[in-house]
């Protein structure tokens, strides 16, 4: 157990719908990563957010969006779904959000887009 | 640009059989170098990292590492392998300096044969 906390588990939707994927992460870290997986464009990383503020964007479409909130948790905003948005979608945290860190991943959130 | 290969989509071994992984990467300067396990149905879990000094990096579940600068590799190890090392093993590069880009490999399936 990695310490990192996902809700929901397990998400089925439709086309054209909004969803909400929520990271608490390890306590203590004040960074927090989100990395999408899916088959068709493997592992990358989405965005991370430190201490509240966004710090480094990756490939993050621009239906999604994210926050950190004042205790810390995450959350992921997709919109406007696609059925190519069908992924995992991990959370990840560290401690003060460096490279060099290690990053603690949660077990996932499986979105699935019908 | 940078990028990361795993070359090897699947591997299969003899429990007790030695294991490399390989990765190649691409970027103009030594990168922050990582190699992830995923369990099916878990997130990620860091074995070892590479930042700069010795080239033989050791890790968990004894697991090693080399970095090898003139082929742009960094290798992965395990001299004797246990049933339960199936799992998918991702290889990931972190940039340096400038813009923030943490890039993984398309990932190595291990299975074992009892």
């Known amino acids: 157990d990695s310490g990192v906390t996902q ?23 004040l960074s927090v990563y989100w990395y999408q997986q899916s088959l068709d464009q ?6 991370q957010y430190y201490n509240g503020e966004e710090r480094a964007k990756g490939n993050i479409l621009e239906r999604f969006s994210a926050q950190q909130f004042p205790d810390l948790h995450s959350e992921l905003n997709l919109s406007s779904l696609e059925l190519g948005d069908s992924a995992l979608y991990f959370c990840a945290s560290s401690g003060a959000g ?8 949660g077990p996932g959130t499986r979105l699935l887009v019908l | 640009a940078q990028s990361v290969t795993q070359p090897d989509i699947h591997i299969t071994v003899s429990e007790g059989a030695s294991l490399e992984l390989r990765c190649n990467y691409s970027y103009g300067a030594t990168p ?9 149905g878990q997130g990620l879990q860091l074995l070892l990292k ?16 080399e970095f090898k600068r003139s082929q742009s590799s960094f290798n992965l190890r395990k001299p004797s392998v246990h049933w339960s090392d199936a799992a998918e093993y991702f290889c990931a590069v972190a940039t340096t300096s400038g813009t923030y880009k943490y890039i993984f490999g398309t990932g190595t399936r291990l299975k074992v044969l009892a």
Request: with cysteine; hydrophobic share 35%.
């Open chain 2, 32 to 40: 922050y170098l990582f190699w992830y396990v995923q369990s099916p």
């Open chain 1, 98 to 105: 460096v490279t060099q860190e290690t990053q603690y991943f």
């Open chain 1, 42 to 47: 493997g592992l990358q990383f989405l965005i």
């Open chain 1, 7 to 29: 809700t929901p588990k397990h998400l089925i939707t439709a086309t054209g719908q909004r969803v909400t994927l929520r990271c608490s992460p390890r306590s203590g870290d």
């Open chain 2, 50 to 65: 590479y930042f700069s000094g010795d080239t033989l990096v050791q890790g968990i579940k004894g697991f090693e590492a």
